[in-house]
């Protein structure tokens, strides 16, 4: 089993020591762990020229994917194939994460996206030909971690979603989330912090052996019950809400004074992050 961090902040940050303490957990429980300092690689700028999804989905002439920059790019790109867990961090100062982040999210999201590798190995199948690799379709649960000096929430109000996107695309179980916010020279808190890290390196562990679908999210549960953010898009007039990182549709409703998103079981099922809801985007995108 191996688990692989992708680190997008500045070495010796809380964002890095919180990223070392769920990997070292996760060697405890017995996995292979790795890390790559994203900010020592060079992934540029996604070029939207769309030469991977053409090569790879009307000349079939590609087993996968193949971006033509030349930057380090196939190399991060391999490592997250070849892994069956994932753990990012990103720092988050300015609400966002950083532009390292989006680098390897726009990079991975044209040509990995997880609806367009299952419909191109189900149509390769059906035309007698080979399917792709196993490693290509599997599921990896992942884990979020950002921090912010911020004295608010707003690495979990703004960044954490922005991050999950990645795992939404990439068809990827949400097993939980970290948001360090606040002081960073503060030791009693740091290790408390630290613990809750180690946490999710051992949830992730028992993840990668879990039916995706099945995987229980770990930490504070937020309104929406997929990617427990916080922030919905009006929808409409009234109460209706949806989630822009799910893409689910529900009612806003208010229980003994505290707010409530309620979502159908329909819906829930049909949700970006569940397989239903990526087998639904096929068929959207066949028409």
Same mark, same amino acid.
């Given at each position: 089993?191996?688990?692989?961090?992708?680190?997008?902040?500045?070495?010796?940050? +809380?964002?890095?020591?919180?990223?070392? *303490? &769920?990997?070292? %957990? =996760? /060697?405890?429980?017995?996995?292979?762990?790795g890390?790559?300092?994203?900010?020592?690689?060079?992934?540029?700028?996604?070029?939207?020229?769309?030469?991977?999804?053409?090569?790879?989905?009307?000349?079939?002439?590609?087993?996968?994917?193949?971006?033509?920059?030349?930057?380090?790019?196939a190399?991060?790109?391999?490592?997250?194939?070849?892994?069956d867990?994932?753990?990012?961090?990103?720092?988050?100062?300015?609400?966002?994460?950083?532009?390292?982040?989006?680098?390897?999210?726009?990079?991975?999201?044209?040509?990995f996206?997880?609806?367009?590798?299952?419909?191109?190995?189900?149509?390769?199948?059906?035309?007698?030909?080979?399917?792709?690799?196993?490693?290509?379709?599997?599921?990896?649960p992942? +884990?979020?971690?950002?921090?912010?000096? *911020? &004295?608010?929430? %707003? =690495? /979990?109000?703004?960044?954490?979603?922005?991050?999950?996107?990645?795992?939404v695309?990439?068809g990827?179980?949400?097993?939980?989330?970290?948001?360090?916010?606040?002081?960073?020279?503060?030791?009693?808190?740091?290790?408390?912090?630290r613990?809750?890290?180690?946490?999710?390196?051992?949830?992730?562990v028992?993840?990668?052996?879990?039916?995706?679908?099945?995987?229980?999210?770990?930490?504070?549960?937020?309104l929406?019950?997929?990617?427990h953010?916080?922030?919905?898009?009006?929808?409409?007039?009234?109460?209706?809400?949806?989630?822009?990182?799910?893409?689910?549709?529900?009612?806003?409703?208010?229980?003994?004074?505290?707010?409530?998103?309620?979502?159908?079981?329909?819906?829930?099922?049909?949700?970006?992050?569940?397989?239903?809801?990526?087998?639904?985007?096929?068929?959207? /995108?066949?028409?």
């Open positions: 089993m191996k688990i692989i961090g992708l680190d997008f902040s500045p070495a010796g940050s +809380v964002c890095a020591e919180l990223l070392e *303490s &769920a990997l070292a %957990s =996760a /060697a405890e429980c017995g996995a292979e762990v890390s790559i300092r994203m900010l020592e690689k060079h992934v540029g700028q996604c070029t939207s020229c769309a030469r991977c999804p053409i090569n790879f989905l009307a000349k079939k002439s590609t087993d996968f994917p193949v971006c033509v920059l030349e930057d380090d790019f190399e991060v790109r391999d490592r997250i194939i070849e892994s867990g994932l753990i990012m961090a990103s720092p988050g100062d300015n609400q966002v994460p950083s532009g390292a982040f989006y680098c390897l999210l726009n990079r991975m999201i044209t040509p996206d997880y609806s367009v590798l299952v419909r191109e190995h189900r149509e390769r199948v059906a035309s007698g030909g080979k399917g792709l690799d196993p490693k290509f379709l599997k599921r990896r992942i +884990v979020f971690i950002s921090d912010s000096a *911020s &004295a608010d929430d %707003s =690495a /979990a109000d703004m960044v954490l979603p922005s991050m999950e996107r990645f795992g695309f990439f990827s179980p949400l097993v939980g989330t970290l948001a360090h916010c606040g002081p960073q020279d503060d030791p009693a808190r740091l290790g408390r912090f613990e809750q890290a180690s946490l999710l390196g051992k949830k992730l028992e993840a990668v052996d879990t039916d995706p679908d099945s995987v229980r999210f770990t930490g504070e549960p937020g929406c019950p997929q990617c953010g916080i922030s919905f898009t009006i929808v409409g007039e009234g109460t209706r809400i949806m989630c822009p990182v799910c893409g689910m549709t529900g009612d806003l409703d208010v229980v003994n004074g505290e707010p409530k998103a309620v979502f159908s079981a329909e819906a829930i099922s049909t949700s970006h992050p569940r397989f239903k809801g990526w087998l639904d985007s096929l068929k959207e /995108a066949s028409k």
